[in-house]
């Protein structure tokens, strides 16, 4: 087998795959003799068909699978050997590729387009400069995230009058259009209805300062009208509300508040364990604490996307668009038309770009991520999903096993390495280049993100 390859210009060219039958005869004769061995026709014991009727039934596809199968593994080995850095896959030449015929021909020639990327330089230095947004975790933003804490931690109490935030409980009985109660109509038992999900504000006012005991008589059509809202409510099919009075009479047994916890030790321990913390003002620099560390993560995002926007535009090079533009089309067949391709190209070239100028940072700068760092960052996130649950004091046992699962995980584990190598250029920047940094307030740093 002959693997060759003719350039076009510098950012295209072919590849050719000659194919004599010294190259597959033998692995397809070994294949048909096992299909032989195997074969079971009428008028023939269990494997004495003779080869000629294999042959006549079987050649051709087993001919088709070996061929294919060599045919990708030389072109393959051919663009690892020659360290070809090809973007996209190789796609079958519409300009050299000749039919083939292979009922009469036995040796076969194949031709590939590829594209390959330019070179180009990634170094960055003291001469670039980039901002750092640091977010000021002044008086306001530590209230709220006191407040954050206070309603996490808080707790269900009851209540004498329905107030907005309130979850009413009670019966619910069908009533006629003239306001009588129905005989076997629908009736549901302990219904829950939060002052939160009604959307009539006439109805919301009607239920407001009313107390346990009170009969009531609602329009549940004005009150919920998603129909499946509705039907959970009163525990039926969607399909029988139609034609049904939504006129109920609620007899109110029951309501609940959501209590904010106070700021008090029994919300310090509840919140960072046992006597951690044990003064209001030491729970307040610990939120400053945790303000600072969870926006440094922001700021350094936003660092990390401006980067990627100053290499882009640095990024002088051309790339082969029109070999881009086949693959894309070729290999989302179906899904992707030429008008939105050309559309959405300049979006899909910055990401290629930011791609090619990703990988060659990792290789210029020798940046590495180890997998013990993958899963410390997994452990991390775990802890930060118990954390939404109020679960701070989670065993390192329970960590590590959750971590090890969300690893099984191809994708997860991608996305890791992936977030680990975005962390890796992040530190490399704020080394190598000159930060400006601007301390702005939490609502400004949200703006930058909306350009």
């Excluded at 190789?90 to 194949?110: A, G, R, V, W, Y």
């Excluded at 209230?143 to 935030?165: C, L, P, W």
């Excluded at 399909?239 to 007899?251: A, N, P, V, W």
């Excluded at 913390?277 to 600072?292: A, D, Q, W």
């Amino acid at each position: 087998m002959q693997v060759t390859r003719e350039n076009k210009d510098d950012l295209n060219a072919m590849i050719r795959v000659h194919v004599e039958k010294t190259d597959y005869e033998e692995k397809v004769n070994i294949k048909l003799k096992d299909y032989k061995k195997q074969a079971n026709m009428p008028g023939f014991r269990p494997g004495m068909v003779p080869m000629g009727i294999i042959k006549r039934m079987y050649y051709k596809p087993v001919l088709l699978e070996e061929i294919n199968r060599l045919v990708s593994s030389s072109l393959t080995k051919f663009i690892e050997d020659e360290k070809l850095n090809i973007l996209g896959e190789p796609l079958t030449s519409k300009e050299e590729q000749n039919e083939i015929d292979f009922d009469k021909q036995d040796s076969f020639e194949f031709v590939f387009d590829i594209g390959i990327a330019p070179e180009f330089d990634v170094t960055i230095s003291q001469d670039d400069k980039l901002p750092y947004y640091i977010i000021d975790a002044d008086k306001d933003l530590i209230d709220k995230h006191a407040e954050s804490y206070k309603n996490r931690y808080g707790e269900m109490i009851q209540a004498e009058e329905v107030e907005q935030e309130d979850v009413i409980k009670g019966n619910l009985t069908q009533l006629s259009a003239e306001g009588d109660i129905i005989d076997q109509g629908i009736t549901v038992a302990d219904a829950s209805l939060s002052m939160r999900v009604i959307k009539d504000d006439e109805i919301k006012k009607q239920l407001t300062g009313a107390k346990v005991g009170d009969i009531i008589q609602l329009d549940l059509k004005k009150a919920f009208p998603s129909e499946a809202e509705l039907a959970q409510l009163l525990k039926i099919e969607k399909e029988k509300i139609e034609g049904e009075s939504m006129t109920f009479q609620l007899t109110i047994g029951e309501i609940s508040r959501w209590k904010k916890a106070e700021t008090n030790q029994e919300l310090f321990d509840k919140a960072f364990g046992e006597g951690e913390i044990t003064s209001e003002e030491e729970f307040r620099n610990r939120l400053k604490e945790e303000i600072e560390k969870a926006y440094a993560q922001n700021s350094d995002y936003k660092l990390f996307m401006d980067t990627r926007q100053m290499m882009i535009d640095k990024f002088t090079a051309d790339l082969p668009e029109e070999f881009l533009k086949r693959w894309l089309l070729e290999s989302n067949q179906g899904k992707v038309t030429p008008e939105d391709l050309e559309k959405d190209f300049s979006k899909v070239r910055d990401d290629l770009k930011w791609q090619l100028i990703q990988d060659a940072m990792i290789k210029k700068y020798e940046l590495k991520v180890e997998p013990g760092e993958v899963e410390e960052l997994a452990k991390q996130q775990v802890l930060m999903q118990f954390q939404q649950y109020g679960m701070s004091n989670v065993p390192e046992e329970h960590l590590n096993n959750y971590a090890k699962e969300m690893l099984k995980k191809e994708q997860e584990r991608r996305r890791l390495y992936e977030q680990k190598f975005q962390e890796k250029i992040t530190h490399l920047v704020k080394e190598k280049v000159t930060l400006e940094e601007k301390k702005v307030k939490e609502d400004d740093f949200a703006k930058l993100f909306e350009a």
